[in-house]
């Protein structure tokens, strides 16, 4: 009877784990200005402390299945815990205009310009170095859309005119597949944003490039591509409420529902705006009382077990404790 009362208790303490988890399930890192790392639970906003940096700090990728943050400072990679901000290791990549993860954490893609040299993540050593044929003027930015595909954020130079536009790239070859080549453009120069993406049904993913034009104007690329790489839909669109500095730039990175997209605001806090995956209509937004770096930033997410799956969590280890009682 009392090993049945221990079971019950451990049952309903793991379930009442689900209920926490419903309310909060991701962690935003951000850089900012002050040489730190901002942790935040974009789903109820609350900040979660922040972990020291390198100055100069621009870009973030984090391995979830490590708990590694890989992070550009200084031509710089500093591997660090992103739960105690432990230093592990550093190594020197030279200038990046944006760095990605693969999904497996294994490979460490740099990016300068439509150069990318493709290294091993833990040690830094150079795998290859390729160019990207991307079919449209600079290449900016780019991000996994999958562990074989690649997105990425390009200027478009048709004439006097400039755009903001994504295209996919095959993640092995770089080879170019399909292509946004419409909408909205400004007659000044524009400025790439971190990439970012949202997965939808049927495998196709929303791919959504921030430009930010001298004049302070913001146009936002925003393509559909298959599971193939192939662009199936595509046109551009404006946020507003961000500031008009030109100095200050923007990036989306994933949600559950579909994306964040961060930058600075008029009063140069930071804001975070979440945007639905498919109607791409306004789901929260939040602001925060610290400063972003100048230029182009990455900030990244780790996004956690949905609710139910931590149900299943609790329940697994009930039930594994339950069996291992009885053979006891």
């Known amino acids: 009877m009392l090993r049945k009362l221990r079971f019950t208790s451990l049952a309903l303490g793991l379930l009442g784990l689900a209920p926490a988890a419903m309310a909060s399930y991701e962690l935003l890192m951000i850089p900012a200005a002050d040489k730190t790392i901002r942790r935040i639970d974009p789903i109820s906003g609350v900040s979660l402390g922040s972990l020291g940096t390198p100055a100069g700090t621009k870009f973030i990728q984090a391995d979830k299945s490590s708990g590694v943050a890989y992070v550009y400072a200084q031509n710089s990679i500093f591997r660090q815990y992103y739960s105690t901000g432990e230093r592990l290791n550093t190594y020197n990549v030279g200038n990046a205009t944006d760095i990605a993860l693969s999904p497996d954490g294994s490979t460490l893609l740099v990016m300068n310009g439509t150069t990318i040299s493709r290294r091993n993540a833990l040690t830094g050593s150079v795998i290859s170095t390729q160019t990207l044929t991307a079919p449209y003027g600079t290449a900016a930015s780019l991000t996994y859309l999958s562990p074989t595909l690649l997105g990425v954020g390009s200027r478009w130079m048709p004439g006097s005119f400039e755009y903001p ?164």
């Open 165 to 328: 536009v994504a295209s996919s790239a095959d993640a092995s070859t770089l080879a170019s597949i399909g292509a946004f080549g419409a909408g909205s453009g400004r007659n000044s120069p524009v400025t790439i944003g971190k990439v970012g993406f949202a997965s939808l049904a049927d495998g196709r993913s929303r791919v959504l490039v921030p430009g930010r034009f001298s004049d302070g104007g913001i146009i936002f690329g925003n393509t559909v591509f298959n599971s193939a790489g192939i662009n199936v839909s595509a046109f551009s669109f404006t946020v507003f409420g961000f500031s008009t500095d030109s100095t200050k730039q923007l990036a989306v990175v994933p949600s559950h529902s579909g994306f964040y997209v961060i930058g600075a605001d008029p009063a140069n806090n930071t804001r975070v705006l979440e945007l639905d995956g498919e109607t791409l209509v306004v789901l929260s937004e939040r602001t925060y009382g610290f400063a972003l770096p100048d230029g182009r930033f990455a900030p990244s997410i780790v996004v956690a077990p949905e609710p139910g799956t931590m149900i299943a969590l609790g329940l697994g280890l009930a039930g594994i404790v339950a069996r291992r009682r009885r053979r006891g």
